[in-house]
Nanobody
Framework: QVQLVESGGGLVQAGGSLRLSCAASSSIFNINTMVLGWYRQPPGKQRELVASITSDSTINYVDSVKGRFTIARDNAKNTVYLQMNSLKPEDTAVYYC????????????WGQGTQVTVSS
């Protein structure tokens, strides 16, 4: 089991920036070997993968955030970050941090979520 604690959400105007952080911990698994990621769920819509980063820093982004968001991990702190720039109202959502073992989507753990609201 992996525990994930997000922070950094809030209210920002369109064009602004926010940085989300997620601290991961586990008494069983080595966080540094896990795939870390961020999902989001806009109001009334399905949850979607925003970005992910593997243990060797292979990164994927959903097309809608490419060039605006940056995911990074600090293995010494077992923390994953999501830097969000040029925010748009359509980025408004609850953002969730995730962690899973490689090649094991069923092992994904979720954080409690943090609200990001972008005003126009």
């Amino acid at each position: 089991q992996v525990q994930l604690v997000e922070s950094g959400g809030g209210l920002v105007q369109a064009g602004g920036s926010l940085r989300l952080s997620c601290a991961a911990s586990s008494s069983i698994f080595n966080i540094n070997t896990m795939v870390l990621g961020w999902y989001r769920q806009p109001p009334g819509k399905q949850r979607e993968l925003v970005a992910s980063i593997t243990s060797d820093s292979t990164i994927n982004y959903v097309d809608s955030v490419k060039g605006r968001f940056t995911i990074a991990r600090d293995n010494a702190k077992n923390t994953v970050y999501l830097q969000m720039n040029s925010l748009k109202p359509e980025d408004t959502a609850v953002y969730y941090c995730t962690a899973r073992r490689p090649f094991s989507p069923e092992s994904r753990s979720w954080g409690q979520g943090t609200q990001v609201t972008v005003s126009s």
